[in-house]
């Protein structure tokens, strides 16, 4: 059974910084593209980040880009969203999922597995 399990969200002042960690089990964690989405209260399931299987390549949204940097350990079966410089927009529930298609998918269908979300809340 693939369970994906996100940590490290809660709440954090603007311009604050918190580290979110997604443990995998269950799949052959090295084999896949790992993504972050976020959901905002009415509002669509949208992507942060992705990196590949390999954790040689990244691509970040635009509205995060050069604040959020996302890592894997695939030692650990692990991926981290390292998250700087929060803003209240950043406010969403964010979810860790995990891709066979190997490079960087950036659409939520692309995605075989999700986790069950962490709350991340930025207070201005």
């Known amino acids: 059974q693939v369970q994906l399990v996100e940590s490290g969200g809660g709440l954090v002042q603007a311009g604050g910084s918190l580290r979110l960690s997604c443990a995998a089990s269950?799949?052959?964690?090295?084999?896949?593209?790992m993504g972050w989405f976020r959901q905002a209260p009415g509002k669509e399931r949208d992507l942060v980040a992705t990196?590949?299987?390999?954790?040689?390549?990244?691509y970040y949204a635009d509205s995060v880009k050069g604040r959020f940097t996302l890592s894997r350990d695939n030692a650990k079966n692990t991926v981290y969203l390292q998250m700087n410089s929060l803003k209240p927009e950043d406010t969403a529930v964010y979810y860790c999922?995990?891709?066979?298609?190997?490079?960087?998918?950036?659409?939520?269908?692309?995605?075989?597995?999700w986790g069950q979300g962490t709350q991340v809340t930025v207070s201005s």
């Open positions: 999922a995990a891709s066979r298609s190997r490079w960087n998918p950036r659409k939520s269908y692309e995605y075989d597995y």
């Open positions: 990196i590949s299987w390999r954790g040689d390549s990244t």
């Open positions: 269950g799949l052959a964690f090295s084999s896949y593209a």
